[in-house]
Each structure stands twice: as C-alpha cells, then as structure tokens.
T-cell receptor, first 111, second 113 residues
Framework: DQQVKQNSPSLSVQEGRISILNCDYT??????FLWYKKYPAEGPTFLIS?????DKNEDGRFTVFLNKSAKHLSLHIVPSQPGDSAVYFC??????????FGKGTRLHILP | DVKVTQSSRYLVKRTGEKVFLECVQD?????MFWYRQDPGLGLRLIYF???????EKGDIPEGYSVSREKKERFSLILESASTNQTSMYLC????????????FGPGTRLTVL
C-alpha cells in the first residue's frame, strides 16, 4: 500500500510559469515532509521541508503547502527555470520510525 | 560541503556473487541510509544505521545486509546477488533522524546478470 503518492509521473511547464507538484499521503502519523530534487546520474538533493505544525514554508522560488485535513502537500516553483527540470520526490516521516518516499514526478521546463 | 561518496558508479555482477557496496561520508553524521531506486517505484529504504555497529531494517531488507564498523562508512552487502537486485543504489547520511536533511551520494547502478 502506497503511503506517499505522487500521482503525476511527469509534468511539463513553460519557462517563467508556475510549476505545481502534488503529493498525497495516507498515514496520519506522518508529521514532517520533505521534497528532494534529482538530476540524472546524481543523488537526490534536499529542496525544502515542512513540519505538520505549519501550513506553508517558503524558500526563494520554492514554497511548500501542507493541507493536513486533506493529507495533501504541494510544491510550488515560481518562476520555473530550465534548471528546474528534474525528478522531484516527496517524502514523509513520522520522526521516529520511518521515512517514505513517493515515486517521483519528472518536471520538464519548456523554453 | 557534505560529501557522500560511493565506491562505484557502475557495477556488473553475476547471479550468486557476493556484492559489497561501500559508502563513505565526511561530515561525522550519526545516521546513514541505503536506498534503492527503481523506475515507477521511487526510493525505497533498505537499511539504516543511527550509530556505529547499529542497524535497523527499512522497508525492503530481504536479500541485503549491512555493516557499520566505523562512523563514516556504511556498507551494503548482497550475500547472493539475484537479477531482481538490479537497481540504482543510493547511500545517504544525516546529522540526526529522519526529519533531518539527508545528503545523498551519486549512486551505484548495479546490474546483476
């Protein structure tokens, strides 16, 4: 059973527009969420995180929104740039026991 | 800068061989992790270690073992490699637990023939 779901395998967005990547989770014990970005032939790199006590966290062009009641989070990238083309993984943790990654969404930024 | 290195970028082994994947981090991190990444399945945690000589099973430990004799080094061992262990293996480290930023190595693409 997938506890962290990224239902869009891929997404294409025009350069300069907003990219919105979505992630759903099923385990209500998850209270910390992270986004990682991965380029081909490289390991993932941390992008941004959010604790369940917040509903928004912003870092430059990247903002993560958390809707606990819907068990949904989203990553907004604005404006999208060519270097944002990568695979994005959502991850959820219950702090003590586990971390679960989603399957990833491949983002293509179109010129 | 945190550096996590993995001993090989590409590895080809035969079914039944014993395979060692080595990971070294240079930032004195307490926690180290091994994942595998497969198309359509994302990253799945195999094992993790929160201290020297300590290890905990992740979600898919079957067919794998680990060793952490020194803080900076975390080894993943495939006792008898099988074709379904063909995958990209990623090592990571972090200062503390699961909510801390994990720093990943570049990955080892293992092919088992």
């Amino acid at each position: 059973d997938q506890q962290v779901k990224q239902n869009s395998p891929s997404l294409s967005v025009q350069e300069g527009r907003i990219s919105i990547l979505n992630c759903d989770y099923t385990n209500s014990m998850f209270d910390y969420f992270l986004w990682y970005k991965k380029y081909p032939a490289e390991g993932p790199t941390f992008l941004i995180s959010i604790s369940s006590i917040k509903d928004k966290n912003e870092d430059g062009r990247f903002t993560v929104f958390l809707n606990k009641s819907a068990k949904h989070l989203s990553l907004h990238i604005v404006p999208s740039q060519p270097g944002d083309s990568a695979v994005y993984f959502c991850a959820a943790s219950d702090r003590d026991d586990k971390i679960i990654f989603g399957k990833g969404t491949r983002l293509h930024i179109l010129p | 800068d945190v550096k996590v290195t993995q001993s090989s970028r590409y590895l080809v082994k035969r079914t039944g061989e014993k395979v060692f994947l080595e990971c070294v981090q240079d930032m004195d991190h307490e926690n180290m992790f091994w994942y595998r990444q497969d198309p359509g399945l994302g990253l799945r945690l195999i094992y993790f270690s929160y201290d020297v000589k300590m290890k905990e099973k992740g979600d898919i430990p079957e067919g794998y073992s680990v060793s952490r004799e020194k803080k900076e080094r975390f080894s993943l061992i495939l006792e008898s490699a099988s074709t379904n262990q063909t995958s990209m293996y990623l090592c990571a480290s972090s200062v503390t637990g699961f909510t801390d930023t994990q720093y990943f190595g570049p990955g080892t693409r293992l092919t088992v023939l």
